[in-house]
């Protein structure tokens, strides 16, 4: 049982979410060189907030991940800093913008989260099952 909890100060948590979230407009545009830097970008930015991405799938027009988020940084805070971030290093990195002039967003506003509880392995499967059917789509187009 101590292995399912991680240790604060003050604490001990096993706090995980199951992320869906999806660019501008739902536009296919996570692809290619986009796709191979992106995935970088976001385990990155979740070790600056102290998160961790166990699962992660970027399909052509969405992202699916299981993150752990420790108790003192809310949900909604750590979604928000990733696709800002993440959007800001794509403008920057891929799109070779100096700066991200408004009107340039990436990622629609909203975003879908779950609890995963116990849960977890069923979770990572579901995950893992969406790279396999764009594999299958990929290939057969």
């Known amino acids: 049982m101590s292995n399912l909890y991680q240790s604060l ?3 001990k948590w096993n706090c995980k979410y199951h992320v869906i979230f999806v660019p501008k407009k739902r536009k296919s545009v996570i692809y290619g060189k986009i796709r191979t830097e992106l995935a970088k970008i976001l385990h990155e930015l979740a070790k600056q907030k102290e998160c961790q991405i166990t699962e992660g799938s970027l399909s052509i027009d969405h992202v699916h ?3 752990e988020i420790p108790p003192k940084h809310a949900v909604s ?3 928000g800093f990733l696709k800002g971030k993440s959007a800001i290093a794509i ?9 991200n002039y408004n009107g340039a967003h990436f990622w629609a506003r909203g ?6 509880g116990f849960d977890e392995e069923i979770i990572k499967k579901y995950i893992r099952e969406q790279n396999e059917e764009d594999d299958k ?3 057969t187009n």
């Open 91 to 99: 403008a920057r990195t891929i799109q070779g913008k100096e700066r």
């Open 77 to 79: 805070a750590v979604i």
């Open 137 to 139: 789509f990929y290939t």
């Open 65 to 67: 991940m299981c993150i």
């Open 9 to 11: 100060s003050h604490s």
């Open 111 to 116: 975003y879908a989260v779950s609890t995963i």
